[in-house]
């Protein structure tokens, strides 16, 4: 590192690293990081997803894999936070991870990351190729923008849904790192941040019907029964932190 630089957002510093956009350190009473560190995932965070043939790898080197098979069934892998809804959308909650694709989106492969209030269901957590997900803030990719490679965007309060918005940028090259960014800072227009660049910013994502929505993070790549689509990425790191309690 060595690139640091400091930055202020609705009354919360953090400081962040000018190369990389990582946040490296927030101020904020509430504050979670997992770099995936060690040889297992920590099961009193997460719950570790490797169904029906998906397959998440035992982190090694501070990043943890999950694949899908081609197998026909429903599969995911990933992580989610075990049910636990620890976080607060409504008091400046900000999610954060680094992660790369390693295989494009296939068929009905998929792959998402953010928060919803949502208890987590094999099957039935879809939130591109079909809205099975009640009330949550998700980056994702899937086939049909960029062949894959495009991040897009969706957000749902229950009332709001913004539908499937691009995020406007380039595709990315396979197994190539960046970091991503959620900010709830103001609830009337959440924001997101590739790289530190904030993408989207035509589209207004409205999440205040639920202003104090409990959510978990849930970063996770899954298919649904009848075809062998595949998808996979590494994850290195998710941080969450709150401006209040």
């Not at 990933?78 to 790369?100: C, P, W």
Request: proline letters at 2%.
């Amino acid at each position: 590192m060595g690139n640091t630089g400091a930055k202020w957002r609705a009354g919360q510093l953090a400081f962040y690293d000018k190369t990389t956009h990582e946040t490296v350190e927030p101020m904020a009473p509430i504050y979670f990081v997992d770099d995936f560190l060690g040889t297992a995932v920590n099961g009193d965070v997460w719950f570790d997803l490797d169904v029906a043939g998906g397959i998440t790898t035992a982190p090694a080197l501070s990043v943890f894999d999950c694949a899908l098979a081609a197998n026909n069934e429903n599969q995911a892998a990933g992580v989610y936070g075990i049910d636990d809804k620890a976080y607060n959308i409504g008091k400046g909650l900000i999610f954060e991870a680094r992660l790369a694709v390693t295989e494009a989106p296939v068929s009905t492969g998929e792959i998402g990351f953010g928060v919803m209030n949502d208890t987590y269901a094999l099957g039935s957590m879809r939130f591109l190729l079909a809205d099975e997900i009640a009330k949550y803030a998700f980056f994702g990719f899937y086939t049909t923008v960029g062949a894959g490679l495009i991040p897009v965007i969706r957000t749902d309060d229950g009332t709001h849904d913004s539908g499937i918005i691009s995020s406007g940028i380039a595709a990315l090259t396979l197994a190539e790192y960046h970091v991503y960014r959620i900010d709830f800072t103001s609830l009337e227009s959440v924001e997101f941040y590739i790289d530190g660049a904030r993408v989207a910013s035509t589209t207004t994502f409205v999440m205040h019907t639920a202003a104090s929505l409990a959510v978990q993070p849930w970063i996770c790549a899954w298919k649904h029964a009848g075809d062998a689509g595949r998808a996979a990425f590494k994850l290195d790191y998710v941080k969450i932190w709150q401006a209040t309690r």
